[in-house]
């Protein structure tokens, strides 16, 4: 990267949540007296919801915090009152946009972006659809230009919202006039199943529903407390392609996730980002480790491996803590709650990477820099500490 040039970064961050919050213990309660004729399942079940790292979660379906006897996703219900795929839509197009919406205009004024300089629509989303789409929807609430290119991303994952981070990178490279506007929104906890099997069980315990967004384009001097995008890296992982399973069923999406993935990813991703980092002429101290909390044990995983301190995991479990696994809005809700201790610690330059995961098995990782200003990316720049890709 010359020094004259321009950092392309993350300039604006925004999420949002639905109005109802869960919490853990009392969810888990009633979910116990749900399965009161599966004893074996109910202490499986209140088990898993106290090990899951989670204290509390956002949901858009209010019948999710009624009576055992009344909540049609718990297994006390009987078959004919299971919310179908379609009332399940029904519930996410009606709740989506709104969560869209808030996130994206959080992310528009922290950017201190107008709608007008968004040229790029990136939306995301694994756990719902409709057309005309979430794009379509934003474009006119927003009042973007009606040229804006529009690109959804859909079904891929909790992978995707890094996925769309990446793909603007290169689209500013390519265009450093370009501001990219990144909205995911999920609601994840339309998919719970009214079931016994721990499977479906593991996954009722600790996906939430949210949104998040970001504006990616070229840094100027007026832009505050920044991450600047370096090398990007996509694989798919060998042997893994059973591992995370996300299919449409009558009652919404039966998801399965191999308890396998944590050692899955212990085993394969230090070889990746040794990947990423091969060739660059100044690889970057990781202090940062943005992680996808795609669950405890990945975070913990990976912290061991990498021998990192409780500091460094601290965004991704916090984020896991209030809000659960968020899907692929989860990744910005941790590079904002990372943003937050930054700034409160008046902390100067730092790089590092963020890391998420998804159905493949596959990886997204990108190098990051956070910088409290422009200024303090040029300073760096002139010392040499930034390298050409970050």
């Known amino acids: 990267m010359e020094h004259g040039d321009r950092s392309i970064a993350i ?3 925004g999420t949002a949540v639905p109005a109802y919050r869960l919490e853990q213990g009392e969810t888990a309660q009633r979910l116990a007296e749900a399965l009161k004729d599966n004893p074996n399942s109910a202490r499986w079940a209140k088990r898993i919801f106290k090990q899951c790292g989670v204290e509390s979660r956002f949901t858009c379906e209010p019948n999710l915090l009624e009576p055992a006897e009344s909540c049609r996703y718990f297994p006390s219900v009987s078959n004919t009152s299971v919310p179908t795929t379609a009332e399940r839509m029904k519930t996410y197009k009606e709740a989506s946009v709104p969560l869209g919406l808030e996130a994206a205009r959080k992310a528009l004024s922290d950017a201190d972006a107008q709608p007008s300089d968004i040229t790029h629509l990136i939306t995301v989303s694994c756990t719902g659809q409709f057309l005309p789409g979430m794009d379509a929807a934003l474009i006119r609430q927003l009042e973007l230009s009606d040229t804006v290119n529009r690109i959804p991303l859909q079904f891929l994952g909790c992978a995707a919202g890094l996925k769309a981070v990446c793909l603007s990178k290169q689209i500013v490279a390519g265009n450093p006039h370009a501001k990219v506007l990144v909205v995911c929104v999920e609601l994840c906890t339309l998919h719970i199943q009214p079931s016994t099997e721990r499977e479906a ?7 939430g529903d949210g949104a998040s967004a970001c504006v990616v384009g070229s840094a100027g001097a007026e832009h505050r407390g920044i991450f600047q995008l370096g090398q990007a890296h996509s694989v798919l992982l060998p042997d893994s392609a059973e591992d995370m399973v996300w299919e449409l069923g009558n009652h919404g999406f039966d ?6 993935i944590p050692k899955q990813i212990g085993r394969l991703v230090p070889q990746e980002v040794e990947r ?6 100044h690889p970057p101290e ?5 992680i ?4 405890r044990g990945i975070v913990d995983t990976l912290q061991d491996i990498f021998e990192l301190t409780e500091e460094q995991t601290q965004p991704s479990l916090s984020v896991l803590r209030n809000y659960g696994n968020v899907s692929s809005a989860t990744i910005l809700f941790v590079l904002n709650e990372m943003r937050q201790q930054l700034e409160g610690r008046g902390s100067e330059r730092a790089g590092g990477i963020a890391l998420a995961f998804g159905p493949g098995l596959t990886v997204e990782m990108i190098q990051i820099a956070y910088a409290p200003s422009t200024s303090a990316i040029i300073q760096a720049q002139l010392s040499g500490s930034i390298g050409t890709s970050v």
């Open 255 to 260: 998801l399965y996730l191999s308890p396998d």
């Open 201 to 207: 069980l593991f996954a009722a315990s600790f996906f």
């Open 286 to 290: 990781l202090e940062l480790w943005a």
């Open 276 to 281: 990423l980092l091969k060739g660059d002429t």
């Open 292 to 295: 996808h909390p795609g669950g």
């Open 11 to 13: 300039l604006g961050i």
